[in-house]
C-alpha cells in the first residue's frame, strides 16, 4: 500500500519561496492523478493543484501563476513549488490521490508552511 509523506515545510517571509516533496514508499505510476491540497488555521482542506501521468495540471485560482506541481514516477516523487509566496499561504499541505475516492486513512501528517507578513 502506497505511504505518503509530506517534507519540505518551513517559515518563511511574504515574497519568498519553498519547494515541497511528496515521497511514497510505493510506487505511484499507476496513479493517473495526484494533487497537493491544503489546510489553513480554522478552515477545511481544500485542493491546490493536480497534475495527471500525462503532465496536464490544474490550479486553484489563488495559487495560479505562483505555484507549480510536478511529479517524477521513476523517484515516486510529488512536489510543489511555492513562489511569492503570501500570508494566506499558511496551511498545512498534503499530498494524495486527485480522483476518485479518497479514504479518511490515505492523508499523512502534511507539512506545516508558515509565511509571515
Known amino acids: 500500500q502506497v505511504q505518503l509523506v509530506e517534507s519540505g515545510g518551513g517559515w518563511v517571509q511574504a515574497g519568498g519561496s519553498l519547494r515541497l516533496s511528496c515521497a511514497a514508499s510505493?510506487?505511484?505510476?499507476?496513479?493517473?492523478?495526484m494533487g497537493w491540497y491544503r489546510q489553513p488555521p480554522e478552515k477545511q482542506r481544500e485542493r491546490v493543484a493536480t497534475?495527471?501521468?500525462?503532465?496536464?495540471?490544474t490550479y486553484a485560482n489563488s495559487v495560479k501563476g505562483r505555484f507549480t506541481i510536478s511529479r517524477d514516477n521513476a523517484e515516486n516523487t510529488l512536489y510543489l513549488q511555492m513562489n511569492s509566496l503570501k500570508p494566506e499561504d499558511t496551511a498545512v499541505y498534503y499530498c494524495?490521490?486527485?480522483?476518485?475516492?479518497?479514504?479518511?486513512?490515505?492523508w499523512g501528517k502534511g507539512t506545516l508552511v508558515t509565511v509571515s507578513s
Open positions: 494524495n490521490k486527485a480522483a476518485g475516492i479518497i479514504t479518511a486513512d490515505s
Open positions: 497534475i495527471t501521468t500525462g503532465g496536464t495540471t
Open positions: 510505493g510506487s505511484i505510476f499507476s496513479i493517473n492523478a
